[in-house]
C-alpha cells in the first residue's frame, strides 16, 4: 500500500477563515512533508516532519501552522490565508534513515482557494 | 545548496515517436534522482529513479540514464502513447539519513499528438 490520503479534496475559504488540512499514511513512514503547487510549477517545499517533530520549515508564513499528531497523521492549519495562497497542497511521506530510499510518495492533494 | 535544471520546458511528439528530457544538477554528493509524472489535476506520481551507483535503468518504455561526471540524467520514453501526455518532474537529493528535501526541476509538460 504506498497510499497517502488527503483531505478535503477541495477547499474554499475566505480571508478570516480558519480551516485545517488532513493527510494519513499508514506506510509506517517517519518524514512526512507538506508542499505547496501553483499552476504549472513544481511542488514547493514547506515544512518537513521527521519522527513527528518538525525538522524543516522553509520561512513560511505563520498564517500556516503544521502539527503532526502522530507518525501517521499530518495537518495543515490555516488562518487568515491571502488570495495569493491559493494552489494545490500536497502531503508526502518517506522512509527515513541511512539506507532508506527516500521515496517520497505523494497525495492527490487539496486545491485551496482562497476568496 | 542543489539545483536541478530541465530541458524542455515543452516537448511535442507525434504518437509512436521517442521523448527525451534532460535535467543537471549542481551538487556531487545528491546520489538519488527520481522522475515523477503529473496528469492535470492529479498527484505527482513516481514513475521511475535511478542512484547513483547505476549508469541505466529501464522499466518498459521508459529509461533513465546517469552520467555522475557530467552530473545530468535523462528520462526516455519510447513509443509514445496520448496517455503519456502529461508534466514531467525530475529531481535530485542526497538520499540517506538526516536528508529530506527533494530539488525539483521546473517541469516539462509533455504532449503526444496522436
Known amino acids: 500500500d504506498t497510499e497517502v490520503t488527503q483531505t478535503p479534496k477541495h477547499l474554499v475559504m475566505g480571508m478570516t477563515n480558519k480551516k485545517s488540512l488532513k493527510c494519513e499514511q499508514h506506510?509506517?513512514?517517519?518524514?512526512m512533508y507538506w508542499y505547496k503547487q501553483k499552476a504549472k510549477k513544481p511542488p514547493e517545499l514547506m515544512f518537513v516532519?521527521?519522527?513527528?517533530?518538525?525538522?524543516i520549515n522553509e520561512s513560511v508564513p505563520s498564517r500556516f501552522s503544521p502539527e503532526c499528531p502522530n507518525s501517521s497523521l499530518l495537518n495543515l492549519h490555516l488562518h487568515a490565508l491571502q488570495p495569493e495562497d491559493s494552489a494545490l497542497y500536497l502531503c508526502?511521506?518517506?522512509?527515513?534513515?541511512?539506507?532508506?530510499?527516500?521515496?517520497?510518495?505523494f497525495g492527490a492533494g487539496t486545491r485551496l482557494s482562497v476568496l | 545548496g542543489e539545483n536541478v535544471e530541465q530541458h524542455p520546458s515543452t516537448l511535442s511528439v507525434q504518437e509512436g515517436d521517442s521523448a527525451v528530457i534532460k535535467c543537471t544538477y549542481s551538487?556531487?554528493?545528491?546520489?538519488?534522482f527520481p522522475w515523477y509524472k503529473q496528469e492535470l489535476g492529479k498527484r505527482p506520481q513516481l514513475i521511475i529513479d535511478?542512484?547513483?551507483?547505476?549508469g541505466e535503468k529501464k522499466d518498459q518504455r521508459i529509461a533513465v540514464t546517469l552520467n555522475k561526471t557530467a552530473k545530468h540524467f535523462s528520462l526516455h520514453i519510447t513509443e509514445t502513447q496520448p496517455e503519456d501526455s502529461a508534466v514531467y518532474f525530475c529531481?535530485?537529493?542526497?538520499?540517506?539519513?538526516?536528508?529530506?528535501?527533494?530539488?525539483f526541476g521546473k517541469g516539462t509538460k509533455l504532449s503526444v499528438i496522436p
Open positions: 516532519y521527521s519522527y513527528e517533530k518538525l525538522s
Open positions: 535511478i542512484r547513483s551507483n547505476v
Open positions: 551538487d556531487s554528493a545528491s546520489n538519488y
Open positions: 529531481a535530485a537529493i542526497l538520499s540517506g539519513a538526516g536528508s529530506y528535501q527533494l530539488t
Open positions: 508526502a511521506s518517506s522512509q527515513l534513515g541511512f539506507l532508506a530510499k527516500n521515496i517520497q510518495y
Open positions: 506506510m509506517g513512514h517517519r518524514a
